[in-house]
């Protein structure tokens, strides 16, 4: 049995201004961010890890690595895989949201709700079916290299690529991605797989207990 805690990384300068960022733009994060990603680690102390893999956009590894840190488990390896990056949002990296929403309405609107319908041609992006196609594999690498009952593995890696990524293992079509809700900032999100990656159970979606204050609307995408 494999468990995988998928964790979103820490905020950052431009989810707090409401932009996306995507595969390209890549802000730092908030200074108070790192005290957060302390608090999960706390919270995460008393379970033993295999592995840590993460995106590696710099927002990812920073949370990664203090992880890794506070974790202080000797020999825990960390991982950087690049189909774990967000998806590739072309012309709205870096725009705020409300521009985007004026200027690209129909990309805006299937992107955050209508999943099966969204088409980045126009802004020259990632579609759903093109980030499926690249992560998945990662997370069959993932569950392959532990196999073992006792493995629990970190994936850190981005609200709105985790969102669809997590879904889609427990059998969501694309219409159906959005159901659960949003993934926030230094959240965790557990599966665990009994056949090697056959097939996945929701343990914990999108849990935030941990932090000291209550997630707003600029944490959640």
């Known amino acids: 049995m494999t468990k995988l805690l998928f964790v979103r990384h820490g905020k950052t300068e431009w989810n707090l201004e409401g932009r996306y960022q995507g595969s390209q733009g890549d802000s730092p994060l908030l200074p108070a961010s790192y005290d957060e ?3 999960l ?18 927002r990812a590894r920073d949370t990664a690595m203090t992880l ?21 949002l072309g012309k709205m ?41 690249r992560m998945t594999p990662a997370i069959n690498q993932i569950v392959a290299a532990n196999p073992r009952r006792t493995d629990n593995v970190l994936v850190v890696s981005h609200g709105a690529a985790l969102n669809a990524l997590v879904n889609t293992l427990l059998g969501a079509s694309l219409a159906t991605l959005r159901q659960r809700g949003g993934l926030s900032n ?16 929701l343990l914990l979606w999108n849990d935030t207990s941990y932090l000291s204050r209550e997630p707003d609307p600029t944490d959640t995408i």
């Open 37 to 39: 990603i302390h608090q």
């Open 41 to 58: 680690a706390a919270a995460l102390h008393d379970i033993q890890f295999s592995h840590i893999y993460a995106s590696p956009l710099k």
């Open 68 to 88: 890794q840190q506070d974790l202080s488990q000797p020999g825990l390896p960390l991982t950087i895989l690049s189909r774990l990056r967000e998806f590739n």
């Open 93 to 133: 990296e870096g725009m705020a949201f409300t521009d985007v929403a004026e200027r690209y309405p129909l990309e805006f609107e299937d992107f955050r709700q209508h999943p099966d319908h969204y088409d980045p041609t126009m802004i020259h992006g990632e579609s759903f079916q093109q980030l499926l196609k």
């Open 186 to 201: 230094t959240s965790t999100t557990i599966l665990e797989t009994r056949d090697r990656g056959k097939h996945y159970n």
